[in-house]
Nanobody
Framework: QVQLVESGGGLVQAGGSLRLSCAASGSILSINRMSWYRQAPGKQRELVAGIASGGRSNYADSVKGRFTISRDNAKNTVYLQMNNLKPEDTAVYYC?????????????WGQGTQVTVSS
């Protein structure tokens, strides 16, 4: 059994910062890519940022220069530092990870954490 648990969401004013965390637990043999997605009301879920096991990262254009993804492989945890937040960043943020649990890698998702940015 594998679980992803997110934390760190909340309400913040525009221009503020939040740091999201997502910890993977359970019977984990290895983790490849870890990612953050978000879904705003009435919109499709979109990729915010992803990071490979070796540390290479990529970002959506809308968050480049404001968000930073990082990971602690020893703790099976991925982080998303969000600075200079804007009202359009308001969404439920989900973490995802490609995890080797038994015989093959598969994608696991967290339950989501709400981020609300007020203007």
């Amino acid at each position: 059994q594998v679980q992803l648990v997110e934390s760190g969401g909340g309400l913040v004013q525009a221009g503020g910062s939040l740091r999201l965390s997502c910890a993977a637990s359970g019977s984990i043999l290895s983790i490849n890519r870890m990612s953050w997605y978000r879904q705003a009301p009435g919109k499709q879920r979109e990729l915010v940022a992803g990071i490979a096991s070796g540390g290479r990262s990529n970002y959506a254009d809308s968050v480049k220069g404001r968000f930073t993804i990082s990971r602690d492989n020893a703790k099976n945890t991925v982080y998303l530092q969000m600075n200079n937040l804007k009202p359009e960043d308001t969404a439920v943020y989900y973490c995802a990870a490609e995890i080797l649990h038994t015989v093959r890698f598969r994608d696991y998702w967290g339950q989501g954490t709400q981020v609300t940015v007020s203007s």
